[in-house]
T-cell receptor, first 114, second 113 residues
Framework: ELKVEQNPLFLSMQEGKNYTIYCNYS?????LYWYRQDPGKSLESLFV?????AVKQEGRLMASLDTKARLSTLHITAAVHDLSATYFCAVDMNYGGSQGNLIFGKGTKLSVKP | EAGVAQSPRYKIIEKRQSVAFWCNPI?????LYWYQQILGQGPKLLIQFQNNGVVDDSQLPKDRFSAERLKGVDSTLKIQPAKLEDSAVYLCASSRRREWELFFGEGSRLTVL
């Protein structure tokens, strides 16, 4: 059974600081997603990582994937209040077949304070 | 382009009652998914459709949950009878066939009393 573990589950940061969220998964998969969710809102796709060593950056967020270690990281640079949200990583169970059965982590609730 | 539309946004029912949720995917998206998100957890796939057909319903509690996708467009998810543990947000998502990205709707929040 594929398990996806994120840590930390809660993160309180000061503006301007850097931090990393970790996502470990238990079985082989070469497709990993990062989503953002604001309270009461739906999931917004941030990154799709498709291969070992993939690195993608958007603004203050950078995501990477190490398929050998079964680890993805989401790095936050110089955090600002607008980044406050819950961040989920999700791994696709059906890579190579029909995609879309995503196994989600429990999420990391990020709070950025002035 | 219009996003994934869901209704109702909120529903409160008593246990043992029934409820139905509706989803209209993004135009042209052949694949449609229903996910259940319990408070404090990540979403869990309930059922996946490819056009009219069911691709994966292994995690759908079939004794009380049912879903259909008529004509390969809109979909309805029904719960009958509801239990307290069904309180959750039901998220619909869609994707183009053979493309990787899922687009999620805003969800339907169910409270079972």
């Amino acid at each position: 059974e594929l398990k996806v573990e994120q840590n930390p589950l809660f993160l309180s940061m000061q503006e301007g600081k850097n931090y990393t969220i970790y996502c470990n998964y238990s079985t082989t998969s070469d497709r990993l997603y990062w989503y953002r969710q604001d309270p009461g809102k739906s999931l917004e796709s941030l990154f799709v990582l498709l291969s070992n060593g993939a690195v993608k950056q958007e603004g203050r967020l950078m995501a990477s994937l190490d398929t050998k270690a079964r680890l993805s990281t989401l790095h936050i640079t110089a955090a600002v209040h607008d980044l406050s949200a819950t961040y989920f990583c999700a791994v696709d169970m059906n890579y190579g077949g029909s995609q879309g059965n995503l196994i989600f982590g429990k999420g990391t609730k990020l709070s950025v304070k002035p | 382009e219009a996003g994934v539309a869901q209704s109702p946004r909120y529903k409160i029912i008593e246990k043992r009652q029934s409820v139905a949720f509706w989803c209209n995917p993004i135009s042209g998206h052949a694949t449609l998914y229903w996910y259940q998100q319990i408070l404090g957890q990540g979403p869990k796939l309930l059922i996946q459709f490819q056009n009219n057909g069911v691709v994966d319903d292994s995690q759908l509690p079939k004794d009380r949950f049912s879903a259909e996708r008529l004509k390969g467009v809109d979909s309805t998810l029904k719960i009958q009878p509801a239990k307290l543990e069904d309180s959750a947000v039901y998220l619909c998502a869609s994707s183009r066939r053979r493309e990787w990205e899922l687009f999620f709707g805003e969800g339907s929040r169910l409270t079972v009393l």
